[in-house]
């Protein structure tokens, strides 16, 4: 009996093993993509002839339809929309500030507004400023300092982290939650150092909430440049009676309908067992949303498009999914998720792209230690394209809503750290990517894609699909 579970355990040890044949595969993929890609004509298109993309708007439109469009002309077994809602912010007018240190002395600085923010009134919103460092401050703080002032949040990212989404996520939760949470103590408005650890006069956007709070209590929020904001703090020091004014003219309106693209190559042998791959078609609206995410949107329809070129079958569907909506609320990934719980599909693997189009490193993986040893047997194979970057603990934000006990969630992880410097910013642009990078990083990810097809998942049960 021991000798059956032994050769039992060596059959499957070996089965999971990369071979020689697995090394010849990658090596076509890499020389495909390098060679003859698609990835970064695909992106020329998407940001210099489309645009920005914010969900609701005209550009997001028009991307769902040129995206389905390319798809239905890879010959795909299928290409199909899926309707979602979205909700529907308009940024209006470019925004104005300025810092006034006198009557009459005033220094004007860069400001976006957050995604979401209502607006100032129509002359704009003027105040003395409290600055903080965080929003755990506001309580030290009290109603008495901070009603009828603009709260200044002005955490920055961590810069001894090497990490930048680690630094990111230490301090965005002052650009999220601040207005809700400052308002609270009568603060009229609410300035937030941009997320980046670059000093630049650029200002970044990004999504904020104020939850369920009553529409009546909304104070404006936006966004100042890193320059902007290490001057506004000097002069504090300065000046603490110093006033700040900006305008704005965003506005909210009734959600919209608009949709997830997805296109597949059905499998040959487990055409139930659905391996997904996908980035955020929306974008923010000041670049052209190059990095975030339409290098992930062109990587993800360049991994079924490497399969068809090279003649690659898979055993299982390879499902491309370009999501609606990751900016400012999910509303995509959530609607994917909610089908196939709904249809009872099998998605054994899911994998996106969404943290630029930098050099990849390699990937991070959401998934048991049983399938982690599996991921890790297939390192050698990235190896020679110096991609060592195998870690758990993370995916992306669209395809979490189908994670399980069993299945298995990635996320491509490129060289993070010059990726803040265009996040959610007018500098996102196609010009700042790299055509190398971009093609390196669909060729890794479409090399992923192939060895869960060919291989499967380490563990399977009978419950490998329940959520």
């Avoid at 009734?254 to 955020?280: A, L, Q, Y």
């Avoid at 990810?445 to 499967?456: A, R, V």
Wanted: charged share 20%.
């Amino acid at each position: 009996m021991l000798r059956i579970i032994f050769f039992l355990f060596l059959s499957v040890a070996l089965h999971a093993q990369p071979n020689l044949f697995d090394k010849k595969q990658l090596r076509t993929f890499f020389d495909t993509s390098l060679l003859n890609g698609q990835a970064y004509k695909w992106l020329d298109y998407l940001t210099n002839r489309i645009g920005s993309r914010l969900s609701g708007s005209l550009g997001a439109e028009r991307a769902v339809a040129w995206t389905k469009a390319e798809l239905d002309a890879l010959g795909l077994d299928r290409v199909y929309l899926q309707p979602v809602k979205v909700p529907k912010w308009v940024r209006g007018a470019k925004e104005f500030a300025l810092i006034e240190t006198a009557p009459g002395v005033t220094f004007n600085v860069p400001i976006t507004a957050l995604g979401g923010s209502v607006a100032t009134p129509s002359v704009g919103l003027k105040a003395f400023v409290v600055e903080v460092k965080g929003i755990e401050e506001l309580k030290a703080l009290g109603r008495e300092q901070i009603e009828g002032k603009i709260v200044f949040f002005n955490r920055p990212m961590q810069a001894d982290l090497i990490s930048t989404f680690q630094a990111y996520s230490g301090c965005v939760d002052q650009r999220y939650s601040g207005a809700k949470e400052a308002s609270a103590y009568g603060a009229v408005g609410v300035i937030v150092r941009s997320m980046n650890l670059r000093l630049d006069d650029l200002p970044h956007t990004g999504a904020m909430s104020y939850g369920d709070q009553d529409v009546s209590k909304r104070i404006p929020a936006a966004a100042i440049s890193t320059n902007a904001a290490e001057k506004l703090s000097k002069l504090l020091k300065l000046e603490p009676n110093l006033k700040f004014l900006f305008r704005q003219q965003c506005k909210t309106y009734p959600d919209v309908w608009s949709h997830n693209v997805i296109g597949e190559i059905t499998g040959s042998e487990f055409p139930n067992e659905i391996i997904v791959v996908g980035g955020h078609l929306d974008s923010w609206d000041l670049g052209d949303g190059a990095h975030d995410d339409g290098a992930g949107v062109v990587q993800s329809m360049e991994v079924l498009r490497l399969f068809k070129a090279t003649g690659y079958k898979p055993k299982r569907t390879i499902r491309v999914v370009l999501f609606m909506n990751e900016e400012n609320g999910l509303r995509g990934g959530n609607a994917y998720a909610d089908n196939a719980l709904l249809t009872g599909e099998r998605h054994i693997f899911a994998l996106e792209s969404d943290a630029g189009g930098f050099t990849p490193r390699g990937f991070s993986f959401n998934c048991s230690d049983e399938e982690f040893a599996q991921v890790e047997s297939w390192k050698p194979l990235f190896k020679p394209y110096l991609i060592h970057y195998f870690e758990q603990g993370g995916s992306g934000a669209d395809i979490r809503p189908l994670k399980n006990k069993y299945n298995v969630l990635a996320g491509l992880r490129p060289d993070s750290q010059r990726y803040f410097d265009h996040h959610h910013a007018e500098n996102d642009t196609f010009d700042a990517v790299n055509k190398r990078e971009l093609e390196l990083g669909a060729a890794t990810m479409t090399s992923l894609i192939y060895l869960f097809d060919t291989y499967g998942l380490a563990v399977l049960s009978d419950n490998t699909f329940a959520r």
